[in-house]
């Protein structure tokens, strides 16, 4: 399939953009409308946010629609200890004095990128302020250490990324900050589609890819029952890799799910039978 | 309607603020006497803030207004690590050594411009004590570590925005910091008013902007009862943008409303039947 | 009136204080001994405090204070973040190396002015230490950083203002910086001379300026009933300005005392209801 | 036996990781499967996660595969203050303005290194972050503060040791970063195992090792009643290396095992106990 | 009287030095043997820490001695953010790059000083770490970050101030440090030897100066009920003070005793009774 | 006695270490096997650990065993603010831009020198993590910001003091910090080891030393009843050498043990009643 991109301003994309630009096309296999919700709001320039549990194929997705709409990607990893200078950008000293150098959102709203923040509610509060004109009709970016105000690239975007597991008391999105998104639900694949993702992923045959997802849906009854989390694709596809190292399938299921998830006895004991029972 | 600017010295805009001058009117309905209010505000030279919930419009008015007195608009978006420096201004390194670099705050008073303090209570209350000279009859900004005292340009004012719901005991504004401010209140606009503005900001026709509007007052309703915010005028222009790009009705109210106000089962289902008894 | 300085040395204000003297005589109403509390302390060198709740007139004071006495006024408000360097001053880089710059303090004590910490309780306690040597008959700074002494001018005098009713654990002034200062009380002018300061700073009649100090009254009766201070005089005027500019007198009451000075409905009925009666 | 290097790209080392090989062969005593699982997971590039208590020989496993493999090994000691900057690089100053220099996260997902996380749980979990954008398939590291984004060299490949008895609701790592590891679990070795390691380690015979073993062995079953850990197979071969030195036996294991591991004087006495029987 | 240096090696005061030298005798009216027990520990070179109340007189003392023994004084006034470096010494940038700054502690040290922390448990205890090499017989102070190690001159002592009330859980000397230290303990002066010292102080007559001794008496004996502590003799100095310039009696110990040392009106009106009965 | 260095490769001092050599042999009265201990361990190359309570000569003791190996000694008093930099080194400014500059324990490590961390348990846990690749068999410390790796000098040697009493669950080593270290116990010498001590130190004769020590014990009886810790050896040297000024003995133990340790009435009168007796 060739991307497209016959929904913005015809763009030549600049050159301190090209890194960002993804060439190849990401696997993804749509589960429902997701990919028509995000070209509508993607067309009608709407902050899109990305709900779901770890490891469902939120960052794939972003990168598959990034390459489908012809747009590139800056994808920045929220943390505790980002400030905003960290998104916008800050003076950098120089051979002639000090020069200022635009930081990830700051260059996506100028040249015009689609900017997705993963895992925004791990920024602290204060810092997400910092995308909210950038957010509503106004489309500008203060830089208030600059005394610049810059007008977003028609072809600027914005996207995050939301587990809403880990929202607590301390760490949530304000209410000012939630409104300004509309948002796609994701969850894990069902079971068919789910076994084929692994299969293709791990170039494994479909028998194994399928007792896989059965040992995933058991550890994900775990949840709340001694898992904060159960087993995600991700960890299915790391399984059926190692299987084709020659490991045996029970040890590789005991590598690459059971000693990451949990170092409770009980639960070990739980997912280690789930193992045996499904091969 | 042509901006005009009797209220005040003629002016011309120094280049400084060109960047900052609001070239097309912002578009406001007003719902009470928030304008007259502002101006007379204006007139003595009396600081103003702007209270009220979530997305009611009070940027929007505060665009409006610069638009239309002709002034320059400095907007700061204020979060908890802002320090005073950010507001003032700090030295930075040049290739002859260190030079002054005015804040925003300090720019708006030198040189004369409306300068806008968005979401005030985010910021320190000890970041917010530097204001306090520019808000009494002294208008000076003292520049301590220049040791310059700023004397405010005639045009110079200061307009911040506060919501109450926000208000804690750990953020409020010091006392000593509301007595220096005249109020204005704002909330969501009346039904008519609030689907004649998303009928006008989505491009969709009056029925699909009062159903939406009756979805929205329902969410409102559920404020205290699962909700923090019922749904903004803004994410009703939303989902009114994304039918217009063939969504279905009650699938574009989940993508712009529902899945973004919360993350609890129960009152999604509330909302989703909100939002199949409108339509 | 004119200034007299006939308590010192006659003295030349040097350039750099020049931007700190107070040209035009700040207008004061006296309402007890406090001008001559003052001129006793200052000849005597004796640190001043200001004490009394906000907006009640002590930064007025300080400033006309400065004007009668003829000495330049260096005001510093006080915030959680100052650091001692702030005060004192710091190296900064210049195209030969680092060199000294004064923090406004040291500024103040080196040339010879009256150094203001207005609401001195917000610095740290720890900030607050470095002032015990100006505040004692050694009247020296230590530069630690640049390893200098610093000699009082003789025209320097240190005055800070102070607030009781934000006195908490957390934030008090330690009993050694206390035992430093005398003190002058200060609380609102007497109905009186309230009105007649209303009258002559927002250029109203006597009437309007009578009623709203009713107002003001009845507000301070609110006092640990829901609100946490009345309504100031500065709110008073800000009140009677709205007025010349043809606001209606209860919307002006609204805008300028009952709106910004609480968000709890009962109490804003409750001062709606006292507006209703003093007019 | 030789280092083999049959399993990846052959490589010329490049000269900035010279010092981060290690040439001689590092001694170590496989207790099960380990070597084949690493090697594995090592072919197809998944991430690794070695997990057991102090001591136990994990961070030997990896400096012995790195020799095995023919690889570098870049080791970074995680802890609290360890800020992501420490991990991927920062602009240093230079004669000719600011440079960036790589941290040896980016070193070694640039040149082609194993990364070893030593400790990972002490680093603040929002640290770790950086690492997730390595540790899919996307294999790419964003430097946010240079806008380039590095794409991993065919042969990085991370490792990461965690204790599990470390971890606490404080610290402990994110769900969505431990789902990106595959895991090998480590234990103190067999008792004929850890005495061959002693013997050979310290250069003592194989009574001494054995009894050294015993008493190991007792301390292990004090864990949780009283002790946090029991004696590691380091401390048993320092108590060897005493005797060498013609310190006694009961002072040698006085010296290395008893009172490092307590300062309880009732379990200081059991472990006493515990020597004299085993001797 | 003449100071008189010969207890150390006789010095000529270097220039870095002449700064923090003592020129006048500061007044100082011995009330027991603590000046013979300074000087003993002085000629010993054991570290002196002075004990005792607010204002009582520790910091005239220590000046005292300084001039007594010919020795400059360089003090420091410790505060919570008080860092190592501050102490110490750092480096500063110069045109020809960093160049290392002595702190006053390691200038004390290195030319020969008494150095004066005053109010030493203020600092955090951490901070404090570094006299440790002083003030054992090593008389070293290693400057880590310069590899250098500063052998103390042999005329360099260390002497603390210390009040005992302030101490709490979270504030105290370590062990380690307190046992550094000999003590000379401190309070506030007899009546005769108090009112001597106001009457010479404040120049006013020694009926004026024994009534304000028995107004601080009452005050003393209303520690802990009400007040943290009584007026110290720096109030008393200042009362009389006012006297001189024509404030009376009662207004000036209002000014200068009660406002300062309290809120609380029940203890104001004991005070203030207090000050009825004494004149 | 003459230092002899027959432990080790013969070494030249670099001169960069030639300020840290000690060159008159320190005092040290051993109470056990103290001495031969460390040298069992400084020969196999296992790091020290020094545990027993303050002022009982764990500092005495390194200072002598490294005058006695002939080793150059860099020692590092820890506290909490100390991070890793200061122990490993930073880029430093200079006109060619920055330079590395090693700090103590990578200078100890590349050039060979004990380096003694006084009080380890004082700095932050994630700071001693720096020190793990030394105290293996890796001897390595990588600086993470240089890109380098420090092979230790092989007379490169880690040793540690460390006061149990101090312990708590917020400041303690980690388990992998503990079990890196031998250890050898220090407590107060025995009486005639004390006074032995006593009269060397301070020049007086042994009954007043042998009556210091009985004081002493008497102040250790109270340990947990009213002090933290007993009189140290040291603060009996400080009375002792008092007297020898002429200061009575009563008056001499009262400024050198009772008012330093402590202020509580009660213990006062306790330990001057013990002085009493004690003459």
Redesign the interface.
Known sequence: MQPRNNLDQASVIPD?LK??TIVEEPFYRASG?EV??F???Y??R?PV?L?GP??CGK?RFV?HMAWRLGQPL???????????A?LVGR????????KW????LT?AARLGAICYL??IV?A????T??I??LT???RIL?L??K???VRAHPNFRIVVSY??GY?SVLKDLK??T????????FDYPDDLAEAEIVAK?AGVDSAIASALVRVAQRSRNLRGHGL??G??T??LI?AA??T????PIA?ACR??IV???T?DPDVREALTAAVSVCF
Do not use: W, Y
Request: net charge negative; aromatic share 4%.
């Open positions: 301190a890194d960002f409308e028509a919700l070209e509508a709001a067309r009608m709407i946010m709900k770890t490891g960052t990168e800056v994808t920045v990893s929220c943390h505790e200890d980002m400030t905003a960290d003076f950098l000293l120089d051979a002639d004095g000090t150098h635009d930081g990830p260059m993963d895992e791990e602290r509060q204060d810092t302020v910092v909210h004109s509503d009709d106004r203060p208030e250490k005394n610049e105000v587990n809403p929202q209410e000012s939630k409104q300004r998104f509309s948002a796609i639900g992923e904060d989390e087993a995600s991700r960890m790391h890799m190692l084709r190292q020659g490991i040890q590598m690459a000693l990451p998830i170092d």
